[in-house]
């Protein structure tokens, strides 16, 4: 039996997280956990925390992205790793991320 996953491609499946932010998960395995967060201008994703380690890459749009108390411009092509610290995001432009969680978050398996 084969232990491998796949993720298709889909307009389908979208959680909604906050006004204007949303997220799928793409796929997952025994370790790690792939997401797409689409993020609406204008709006915040608050202040949060949780174990897992965070890995992100930003696809398109500009968010400020907040870790602890520094602040980073992020554009497309920008990445960021967030170990278990306090991270939040302002989305100056309309923005697509991909966000990588380990160990995998077993709330956003749906």
């Known amino acids: 039996m084969s232990t491998h996953k796949v993720g298709k491609a889909s307009k389908d499946d979208y959680i909604k997280v906050f006004d204007g932010i949303k997220r799928k998960t793409l796929v997952y395995g025994s370790k790690t956990l792939l997401t797409e967060f689409i993020l609406s201008k204008g709006k915040r994703l608050p202040?949060?925390?949780?174990?897992?380690?965070?890995?992100?890459?930003?696809?398109?749009?500009?968010?400020?992205?907040?870790?602890?108390?520094?602040?980073?411009?992020?554009?497309?092509?920008?990445?960021?790793?967030?170990?278990?610290?306090?991270?939040?995001?302002?989305?100056?432009?309309?923005?697509?991320?991909?966000?990588?969680?380990?160990?995998?978050?077993?709330?956003?398996?749906?």
Do not use: C
Request: glycine fraction near 6%; hydrophobic fraction near 35%.
């Open 47 to 110: 202040m949060h925390k949780h174990p897992e380690e965070q890995t992100g890459y930003l696809v398109s749009g500009h968010i400020i992205l907040t870790i602890d108390r520094d602040k980073y411009n992020m554009k497309p092509g920008d990445s960021w790793s967030i170990p278990n610290a306090a991270h939040g995001a302002k989305i100056k432009e309309d923005s697509v991320a991909l966000e990588v969680f380990s160990p995998v978050m077993e709330y956003y398996i749906v």
